[in-house]
């Protein structure tokens, strides 16, 4: 890295040398002398090395201001909690802020100037979520309130539609909560037949199980795209052509994948996908689901009320065309506002950019907590064709999870979640009922991940002391 034009600021001398004349030790040989003849001659020759290059999180950071904040008796915020939500640039906290203090209206429903300019932030913000994702239409974007709620969205418009008894529906043991209770949910209701997908000896769902059990009884494929507590990744692409193949639909949850990587759901080819604006720099309350024209258009509302309708008449209604046709209600405005503008942030940075970044974070991140003696870290080990997610979820030999998380919290001031991640299944089937997570984003740094390790060795010092 050129160094050319940087003026650099060099101490004084009676900062360099200390009382006892001592030479402090530098990269290079300073004079054990205090005339200024000699400081003269040792900065004449002097080779001042290439400043080392600025990460992505160091030159992120200033955008979020929380991270900068003391918490539990002064310690500094070490957030490590980004797989549960991520942080909000300034950027986003003033788009919000400046809705509701500029233009704060209902959308679509009014012609005056405030209405009008918030139908129109609205409905941009749905471009940005189209473009994000490569969708072909704006309209194949549905606002929800979050990732959950988009998937029973599917679930009761789709399923109840489509599914029939003895039809079979395909997830993995991996997948979080709101990809497993609503397919049982409409099972219960319709006599479909879930089937689990195992995982491998690396601890990666068997995608050669899923591909086995795949056949003309399968009516949909739910997987996630990147699980949030084995860090692994699964080949959505391939999954979702041999869910095609069998004449299946195939959704995705996509909430770890979305705000890491570049994911264009026509190369994907997904008929469904959804993820959540909170883990994407933007507000919480709203999320968002992709489906394909074709489907949406032929699915039935999921709620009644405003917004959604065409006419009504006192024995029945016509409805609006998607989206609007599943977004009853006053929706989340301000919200997506500020979803669109964490798009415009993240995509001025770069998905592809930030996914790099984060490939090294996370190898990091693993080998020094692979590292630490009684720690078990759940998923597969990376390797030149393995990336894992920029997350580990581990345990340590003899502690609870819980007590690690606590401790590293009031003593240390890291931030990492512990529990079952509402992947219960998936902790049972590994022999575990929870784990302790670290998970980072494109504004953590290595020396994020070297006061967490410190501090980690520090609190199984402290506990294995009592034994």
């Known amino acids: 890295m050129s160094i050319e034009g940087v003026v650099l600021k060099l101490p004084s001398f009676s900062q360099l040398i200390n009382p006892n004349r001592t030479p402090l030790k530098f990269p290079f040989n300073f004079p054990n002398s205090s005339s200024s003849s000699s400081y003269s001659s040792a900065t004449a020759s002097l080779s001042v090395p290439a400043a080392a290059p600025v990460s992505l999180g160091h030159s992120t950071r200033p955008d979020f201001e929380i991270l900068y904040q003391k918490v539990n008796n002064g310690s500094k915020l070490v957030y490590l909690d980004n797989a549960a939500t991520s942080q909000k640039p300034s950027a ?62 599917v679930a009761y418009s789709w399923g109840l539609s489509n599914l029939k008894a003895g039809d079979e529906i395909v997830v993995t043991i991996a997948e979080h909560h709101s990809s497993i209770v609503p397919w049982q949910i409409l099972s219960e209701k319709t006599g479909a037949v879930l089937k689990f997908v195992s995982l491998t000896e690396d601890e990666v769902p068997d995608i050669k199980v899923l591909q086995d059990l795949l056949s003309k009884k399968t009516k949909l494929v739910a997987v996630h795209h990147v699980s949030n507590v084995l860090a692994s990744v699964l080949p959505i692409k391939d999954i979702a052509q041999w869910a095609h193949d069998v004449g299946a639909r195939i959704l995705v949850d996509a909430c770890q994948s979305v705000p890491h990587m570049v994911v264009d759901v026509q190369d994907l080819g997904v008929d469904f996908l959804v993820a959540s604006s909170h883990k994407m720099c933007g507000p919480t309350g709203i999320g968002f689901l992709y489906g394909k024209s074709e489907l949406l258009t032929a699915m039935p509302p999921f709620l009644g009320g405003g917004e959604m309708i065409s006419d009504v008449f006192l024995d029945h209604s016509t409805y609006a065309e998607p989206p609007s046709r599943f977004e009853a209600g006053t929706p989340a405005i301000g919200e997506a506002i500020g979803l669109g503008t964490a798009i415009d942030y993240l995509s001025q940075i770069g998905m592809q950019k930030i996914h790099d970044y984060e490939v090294e974070l996370a190898n990091y991140l693993y080998e020094n907590l692979h590292a630490i003696p009684g720690v078990r870290i759940y998923g597969p080990a990376p390797s030149e064709t393995v990336h894992r997610a920029a997350l580990c979820s581990f345990n340590v030999e003899g502690l609870h999870p819980t007590d690690i998380a606590t401790f590293l919290d009031q003593q240390h001031g890291v931030a990492i979640r512990s529990g079952h991640h509402c992947a219960q299944p998936l902790h049972r089937y590994l022999g575990i009922n929870a784990s302790a997570r670290a998970s980072l984003y494109f504004y953590n740094t290595k020396e994020d991940v070297d006061d967490f390790i410190r501090a980690l060795e520090d609190t199984i010092a402290f506990f294995t002391s009592f034994k």
Do not use: C, Q, W
């Open 92 to 153: 986003v906290i003033d788009a919000v802020n400046n809705y509701y203090k500029s233009y704060n209206s209902n959308v679509h429903r009014g012609i005056h100037f405030l209405s009008a300019k918030a139908t129109d932030e609205y409905e941009m913000a749905r471009r940005k979520v189209a473009s994000f994702v490569n969708a072909p239409e704006s309209s194949e974007i549905v606002f929800t309130r979050n990732a959950t709620e988009a998937i029973n969205l």
